[in-house]
C-alpha cells in the first residue's frame, strides 16, 4: 500500500515562509512527476508548482519567485519551499505523486491528507 503524509503546515505572519513536507511511502516501484495543490476555503483546488522525476519545474504565476519545490529521490520526498507568504496564500495544500507500485504494477495518482497553511496577523 502507498501513502503521502504531508507535515509542516502551520500558522506564519505575512511576508514570513514556511516549508511543508510529503513523504511517500510503501511497496513503491517508482515516483515519477510529483506536485502540490492547494484549496483556499470556498474555492477550487488549485496547481502550486510541479516537479518531473528529473527536476524539471513549473509554477503557478501567483506564487512564481515566492515559491520553490524540490523533491530528494532518496527519501521519497516532496518540499515546497514558501517565502514572502501573503494571506491569499491561505489554505489546505495538498502533495500528489505519480507512483507505480511494486506488487500490483499499477501506476496512478496518489494525493496527501492535506495541511493547513494559514497566513495572517
Known amino acids: 500500500q502507498v501513502q503521502l503524509v504531508e507535515s509542516g503546515g502551520g500558522l506564519v505572519q505575512p511576508g514570513g515562509s514556511l516549508r511543508v513536507s510529503c513523504e511517500a511511502s510503501?511497496?513503491?516501484?517508482?515516483?515519477?512527476?510529483m506536485g502540490w495543490y492547494r484549496q483556499p476555503p470556498g474555492k477550487q483546488r488549485e496547481l502550486v508548482a510541479a516537479i518531473t522525476g528529473g527536476g524539471s519545474t513549473n509554477y503557478a504565476d501567483s506564487v512564481k519567485g515566492r515559491f520553490t519545490i524540490s523533491r530528494d529521490n532518496a527519501k521519497n520526498t516532496v518540499y515546497l519551499q514558501m517565502d514572502s507568504l501573503k494571506p491569499e496564500d491561505t489554505a489546505v495544500y495538498y502533495c500528489?505523486?505519480?507512483?507505480?507500485?511494486?506488487?500490483?504494477?499499477?501506476?496512478?495518482?496518489?494525493w496527501g491528507q492535506g495541511t493547513q497553511v494559514t497566513v495572517s496577523s
Open positions: 500528489k505523486a505519480d507512483i507505480r507500485d511494486l506488487w500490483v504494477g499499477v501506476r496512478r495518482d496518489y
Open positions: 510503501g511497496s513503491i516501484d517508482s515516483i515519477y512527476a
